[in-house]
């Protein structure tokens, strides 16, 4: 087999000194690096085992509010987690409708942060991609491409981040915070992934060594619980990744808006947090024709990146749907099938233009 | 531990037409059921196989000498090393020959084609040795898609079927048509995904091999082994005590299973070869893809004048399989007319091959939207249209069917599914949240082929039976049914009867295959047991100390163990008395049974049934979900019913899956199949899966074989498709016709 040597840290500081050396990754649920060794896409020299460092598996609710999510809680554990569910529901919603219930097992909370592209061209080594090799170039840009980007994309690159935890994150305004060579810090979440770039192959703010230790979310997000919703656009009901997603939060005051939250999945290269489309919301009532605003305010710069142009079609609807479901209010329980647009049993009945027949 | 060695499980009854659990079932759920991959003799070797990167051209170079560098790498097979084999692969073998691929040349004619076998003391070894191959290659523009393909005119399709069969004057039924209605349709590549890959475990003795492997067709494949390996048939065993799939894909010989054999034989030690998930995607077939145009006219009251259905069949550069898409018009509506036909288009893929209900699965999706579109071009109910245009004869030939209950399957379909309450427009249904809902059906059809099959009955000493037969369950359910029909012939109970299958040293069972597997195995079970019940009677009514002596013209029956004369059932014997008195330990019965060709030449023969299919469809979001799916099937005498259901439920699903899901995406510019792997080709999870109902009419056919078993394992997918695609159109007013239906194509058609 290819050799690589496996390291198993016994703290943060051992951990970082040891991925700090070039051609090092970290594993930690493994369900996205084996997959890529697996297929050769990843051939890393340096495997450095953090699932065992202690104490990055907690949930800590802070005093001022916020909680904070360890690097190693595994995904189903904190969708499970009752309070958490309770204070940020999207999100909840969000992490139970990705993969499989085995993979949302085994996943973890930081791990699920830099999960790679699902792009088919990034995956097939037998083609050209400029994230595997600066340079290369982009064989998705002119292949099968109905599932990529619309957003933020350019010709170097035009593949979607394939998150659904990091859009409610997103829209939340988590925080990243770090582990690095020169010690702590923060990043807040919209900075951590890197938008395609000419000049280098970097999908994520991290350097050398940087190890995600965990994440806040910032006492305001707690204001949203009773108007959140995830929603997952895919062809198939369940373990598969989306075609579009939006997470959408309000905070009402009364019938107005006191704040909103909205970010889009599976639009660009990393979660699509739409500023003007909250801003957008701010004051106003809830209809319909707000939502379509936002929608639309949020969707300005989008465009096709080749045979996707459906894509912005659906994603303004699965914003207004998101929007619309999120001011019905949070669900008492959680769906069956979370985040499917699909109703179980109740839906109110689409308003508006039907689109068709 | 064999199957037969389970305790009795839950059922009501002793035989044939009960709804008995699987005897194979308690191994499979703990795991004890081994297949292929499962064995490991002693001093195994594991065989990796590289895959060619490109679809077309030549392999330049390959760094073999890296791989044997690597440690643990044993052997590295390239068509420089190759050592010959004693049939050319070009050649196709008959019955079911396919010309393969086993490093004859450098050529690569298809992406994931085999170039090279690299055998290790580790898997992780020969993975690791294949990958540092690195093979170069001279690229050629690969012809993917109904343009760049090259166009023929196939001299036959499928499996040697003539390409072209016309029936009557099709333009004069054209020219005499009130209203005519054509539709093009459009059916993707598909892959079988069996859940066990390809795998074999070869371990030779001299001029001996055993072969663990899943198969389809024990005896063929022994023959046809032997002449790839030059050793006599008898010198060839095949275990394949159970397959994890297998829907047409291993009963066709491969290329990679042949290079592990040669490779075992090589190197003289045990030699393992599984495939990856992604590397069954190229040289163990798939469905090919089809192009079809169908053309209908009718009078104005919707009785057919003419039928044409035309198929673009897809094929590989190097070999001819083409989807029998358009024979699925010849058996179902009645024409005064009808043409057949088929052109090939070879591309650079893998060949294709039969996948479960070949030609009927893609040929249906087309011809049920077809009829659908007439029915409405005509103004009529759906179901009143095809009860119009009921075939009370086959359609191509007038033959009578040998038994067909398709009335009582729309009947009880529609009647359980509520059909009368549809609305004949489309758009016209919302349910209690706004989402559209359309209501559309489609006619399943397959026929009934008969294989020639072998079997072994003893009745031993103390009265149970040991039955013998090299059968496949491929998880049909083949270990239950057919020790239910010999249980049946022998007057048995089931749990009597210690049934050895799965094996190709015991008498040929033909193929698992054509929905064929129950009738042919099952026949030459029942005339097995039959044998031997007639040789243990022979033995008592000769027999002046038996109660039964001198029954010889009256008869006698067979039951519960004993033998009854048939005039005073008072009067009988249990077998373990007969046997001991005559000194014998035990008497053997055997079949070699084949249909009576006449039948066949005389009868059109198949198994019906109606699907109904309901859809709910996000009219902003073109989401489609399957919510309600009624089936009702007439397919002769049902052994298992429970079985039997299942095999419906699988067909209706694999429905659901080529109308909204199944695709193997391929790059237009390199011919390299993107989505290789179970994440991103799509088959239906449970919650894509609504309650399903499979009625089962019932149908007494005393014509189709002597035991009246037609098929069940693939008309399940037939009518589905096209339920589904109607049901779209019901909901929406969009005709879609190229499957499977997405998003975008609900959104944008009209």
Same mark, same amino acid.
């Given at each position: 087999?290819?050799?690589? /040597?496996?390291?198993?840290?016994?703290?943060?500081?051992?951990?970082?000194?040891?991925?700090?050396?070039?051609?090092?990754?970290?594993?930690?649920?493994?369900t996205n690096l084996? /997959?890529?060794?697996?297929?050769?896409?990843?051939?890393?020299?340096?495997?450095? /085992?953090?699932?065992?460092?202690?104490?990055?598996?907690?949930?800590?609710? !802070?005093?001022?509010?916020?909680?904070?999510?360890?690097?190693?809680?595994?995904? $189903? /554990?904190?969708?499970?987690?009752?309070?958490?569910?309770?204070?940020?529901?999207?999100?909840?919603?969000?992490?139970?409708?990705?993969?499989?219930?085995? !993979?949302?097992?085994?996943?973890?909370?930081?791990?699920?942060?830099?999960?790679?592209?699902?792009?088919?061209?990034?995956?097939?080594?037998?083609?050209?991609?400029?994230?595997?090799?600066?340079?290369?170039?982009?064989?998705?840009?002119?292949?099968?491409?109905?599932?990529?980007?619309?957003?933020?994309?350019?010709?170097?690159?035009?593949?979607?981040?394939?998150?659904?935890?990091?859009?409610?994150?997103? $829209?939340?305004?988590?925080?990243?915070?770090?582990?690095?060579?020169?010690?702590?810090?923060?990043?807040?979440? &919209?900075?951590?992934?890197?938008?395609?770039?000419?000049?280098?192959?970097? &999908?994520?703010?991290?350097?050398?060594?940087? !190890?995600?230790?965990?994440?806040?979310?910032?006492?305001?997000?707690?204001?949203?619980?009773?108007?959140?919703?995830?929603?997952?656009?895919?062809?198939?009901?369940?373990?598969?990744?989306?075609?579009?997603?939006?997470?959408?939060? !309000?905070?009402?005051?009364?019938?107005?808006?006191?704040?909103?939250?909205?970010?889009?999945?599976?639009?660009?290269?990393?979660?699509?947090?739409?500023?003007?489309?909250?801003?957008?919301?701010?004051?106003?009532?809830?209809?319909?024709? $707000?939502?379509?605003?936002?929608a639309t305010a949020a969707l300005t710069d989008a465009r096709p990146s080749g045979d996707n142009a459906f894509k912005i079609t659906l994603a303004h609807r699965i914003l207004v749907r998101a929007l619309t479901l999120a001011h019905e209010g949070t669900p008492k329980v959680m769906p069956a099938l979370p985040a499917s647009p699909f109703p179980e049993q109740h839906l109110p009945a689409p308003k508006g233009d039907l689109h068709v027949a | 531990m064999s199957p037969e060695k389970q305790p009795a499980t839950s059922r009501y009854g002793s035989n044939a037409g009960q709804p008995l659990t699987r005897r194979d079932g308690i191994l499979k759920v703990t795991g004890r059921a081994t297949y292929a991959a499962d064995n490991h003799p002693e001093g195994l070797l594991y065989a990796v196989m590289a895959v060619s990167r490109i679809a077309r051209g030549r392999v330049r170079s390959m760094n073999v000498d890296a791989a044997k560098a690597h440690s643990g790498v044993v052997e590295v097979l390239t068509p420089a090393n190759r050592p010959p084999l004693f049939h050319d692969p070009h050649e196709k073998m008959p019955p079911f020959g396919f010309r393969v691929e086993v490093l004859q040349d450098d050529s690569v004619r298809y992406g994931n084609q085999p170039i090279a076998l690299v055998i290790a003391e580790t898997l992780e070894a020969a993975t690791e040795g294949a990958a540092l191959l690195d093979p170069q290659y001279d690229t050629e523009p690969a012809r993917v898609g109904r343009e760049a393909g090259i166009r023929f005119d196939p001299p036959a399709v499928s499996i040697g079927g003539p390409p072209k069969t016309a029936h009557g004057d %099709?333009?004069?039924?054209?020219?005499?048509?009130?209203?005519?209605?054509?539709?093009?349709?459009?059916?993707?590549?598909?892959?079988?995904? #069996?859940?066990?890959?390809?795998?074999?475990?070869?371990?030779? +003795?001299?001029?001996?091999?055993?072969?663990?492997?899943?198969?389809?067709?024990?005896?063929?494949?022994?023959?046809?082994?032997?002449?790839?390996?030059?050793?006599?048939?008898?010198?060839?065993?095949?275990?394949?005590?159970?397959?994890?799939?297998?829907?047409?894909?291993?009963?066709?010989?491969?290329?990679?299973?042949?290079?592990?054999?040669?490779?075992?034989?090589?190197?003289?030690?045990?030699?393992?070869?599984?495939?990856?998930?992604?590397?069954?995607?190229?040289?163990?077939?798939?469905?090919?893809?089809?192009?079809?145009?169908?053309?209908?006219?009718?009078?104005?009251?919707?009785?057919?004048?003419?039928?044409?259905?035309?198929?673009l069949s897809a094929t590989s550069a190097f070999d001819d399989f083409l989807e029998p898409a358009a024979n699925a018009s010849l058996p179902l509506y009645a024409s005064p007319a009808i043409l057949v036909e088929h052109e090939g288009i070879r591309l650079d893929t893998g060949t294709p091959g039969p996948m479960r209900a070949p030609g009927e699965a893609s040929g249906s999706a087309a011809l049920e939207v077809a009829i659908d579109e007439a029915a409405q071009a005509c103004g009529m109910d759906p179901l009143a249209f095809r009860l119009k245009n009921y075939a009370e004869t086959e359609p191509a030939t007038g033959k009578p069917f040998s038994s067909k209950a398709l009335r009582t399957c729309y009947e009880e379909g529609a009647t359980r599914f509520g059909w009368s309450r549809r609305p004949r427009a489309a758009g016209q249904m919302r349910d209690e949240n706004g989402l559209l809902v359309g209501w559309g059906m489609g006619t399943a059809v397959f026929g009934c082929p008969h294989f020639p099959a072998e079997a072994r009955a003893t009745l031993r000493a103390d009265g149970t039976a040991l039955v013998e037969t090299g059968a496949a369950d491929m998880g049909q359910g083949a270990w239950t049914a057919l020790a239910q029909i010999a249980a049946e012939a022998l007057g048995l109970d089931p749990d009597q009867v210690e049934f050895h299958s799965g094996l190709s040293t015991l008498p040929d069972a033909g193929i698992a295959g054509g929905s064929g597997h129950t009738?042919?195995?099952?026949? #030459?079970?029942?005339?097995?047991?039959?044998?031997?019940?007639?040789?243990?009677?022979?033995?008592?009514?000769?027999?002046?100390?038996?109660?039964?002596?001198?029954?010889?013209?009256?008869?006698?029956?067979?039951?519960?163990?004993?033998?009854?004369?048939?005039?005073?059932?008072?009067?009988?014997?249990?077998?373990?008395?007969?046997?001991?008195?005559?000194?014998?330990?035990?008497?053997?019965?055997?079949?070699?049974?084949?249909?009576?060709?006449?039948?066949?030449?005389?009868?059109?023969?198949?198994?019906?049934?109606?699907?109904?299919?309901? %859809?709910?469809?996000?009219?902003?979001?073109?989401?489609?979900?399957?919510?309600?799916?009624?089936? #009702?099937?007439?397919?002769?005498?049902?052994?298992?019913?429970?079985?039997?259901?299942?095999?419906?439920?699988?067909?209706?699903?694999?429905?659901?899956?080529?109308?909204?899901?199944?695709?193997?995406?391929?790059?237009?510019?390199?011919?390299?199949?993107?989505?290789? +792997?179970?994440a991103e080709y799509h088959v239906p999870v449970n919650a894509d899966v609504p309650p399903l109902e499979a009625i089962l009419v019932p149908e007494d056919d005393a014509i189709v074989n002597p035991i009246g078993v037609k098929g069940v394992g693939e008309i399940g997918i037939t009518g589905t498709v096209g339920a589904i695609a109607n049901a779209v159109w019901h909901a929406t007013g969009s005709r879609i016709r190229k499957f499977p239906i997405r998003i975008e194509d609900v959104l944008s058609a009209r």
């Open positions: 087999m290819n050799r690589f /040597d496996f390291i198993r840290p016994a703290s943060l500081a051992e951990a970082v000194t040891a991925a700090a050396v070039p051609g090092s990754v970290y594993l930690a649920g493994g084996l /997959d890529l060794m697996k297929i050769g896409v990843t051939r890393p020299e340096r495997v450095i /085992d953090i699932s065992r460092l202690p104490g990055l598996d907690r949930i800590d609710w !802070l005093p001022d509010g916020g909680v904070r999510i360890g690097a190693l809680v595994r995904n $189903a /554990d904190l969708a499970y987690d009752t309070r958490f569910a309770a204070t940020y529901p999207a999100i909840a919603e969000a992490l139970l409708s990705g993969a499989s219930a085995q !993979l949302r097992n085994a996943a973890t909370v930081g791990g699920n942060l830099l999960q790679r592209t699902r792009c088919a061209y990034f995956q097939d080594t037998a083609g050209a991609c400029n994230r595997r090799e600066l340079g290369s170039g982009c064989d998705a840009l002119h292949g099968e491409n109905r599932l990529h980007a619309v957003l933020g994309w350019t010709e170097q690159c035009i593949a979607t981040h394939p998150s659904d935890f990091c859009v409610p994150l997103a $829209a939340l305004g988590a925080v990243v915070e770090i582990e690095g060579v020169e010690g702590r810090k923060d990043i807040p979440i &919209e900075n951590l992934h890197s938008l395609p770039d000419a000049t280098s192959a970097q &999908e994520s703010a991290l350097l050398p060594g940087d !190890l995600i230790s965990g994440l806040r979310l910032p006492p305001e997000a707690a204001a949203f619980a009773g108007n959140a919703r995830y929603m997952k656009l895919r062809e198939r009901a369940s373990y598969a990744f989306a075609v579009v997603s939006a997470a959408a939060m !309000l905070d009402m005051d009364g019938d107005t808006i006191r704040a909103a939250r909205l970010a889009l999945g599976a639009v660009a290269a990393k979660p699509w947090r739409a500023h003007t489309a909250e801003a957008a919301l701010i004051g106003q009532r809830p209809t319909r024709e $707000a939502f379509e605003k936002a | %099709v333009e004069a039924g054209f020219s005499n048509a009130a209203i005519t209605v054509e539709a093009e349709v459009e059916t993707p590549p598909q892959y079988h995904n #069996a859940m066990e890959p390809h795998a074999v475990v070869a371990e030779w +003795d001299g001029n001996r091999v055993v072969l663990d492997m899943p198969n389809q067709a024990l005896a063929l494949s022994c023959a046809s082994y032997a002449a790839f390996f030059g050793i006599p048939v008898d010198n060839v065993t095949i275990r394949s005590p159970f397959l994890g799939g297998g829907f047409g894909s291993k009963a066709i010989l491969n290329g990679p299973q042949i290079l592990a054999i040669l490779a075992a034989r090589m190197l003289n030690r045990p030699v393992k070869l599984a495939l990856t998930r992604a590397q069954m995607y190229g040289p163990v077939g798939h469905r090919g893809q089809t192009w079809q145009k169908i053309r209908i006219g009718m009078e104005s009251d919707g009785t057919l004048t003419a039928l044409h259905h035309r198929s009738a042919s195995a099952g026949l #030459a079970l029942n005339q097995a047991g039959g044998d031997a019940i007639a040789q243990l009677s022979d033995l008592a009514v000769n027999d002046p100390a038996s109660r039964l002596f001198g029954a010889g013209n009256i008869g006698l029956t067979a039951r519960n163990g004993r033998l009854y004369r048939r005039d005073d059932e008072s009067r009988s014997e249990s077998y373990a008395e007969i046997l001991a008195r005559s000194g014998r330990s035990d008497v053997v019965g055997t079949a070699k049974s084949n249909r009576d060709p006449t039948v066949a030449t005389d009868h059109a023969l198949y198994s019906h049934g109606a699907v109904f299919a309901e %859809v709910k469809i996000d009219p902003d979001l073109g989401q489609i979900r399957t919510t309600r799916l009624v089936g #009702a099937f007439a397919a002769g005498r049902i052994i298992n019913p429970r079985l039997v259901q299942s095999q419906y439920f699988g067909g209706m699903i694999w429905g659901i899956s080529f109308a909204l899901h199944e695709e193997a995406i391929t790059d237009k510019r390199t011919g390299r199949i993107m989505n290789a +792997d179970l």
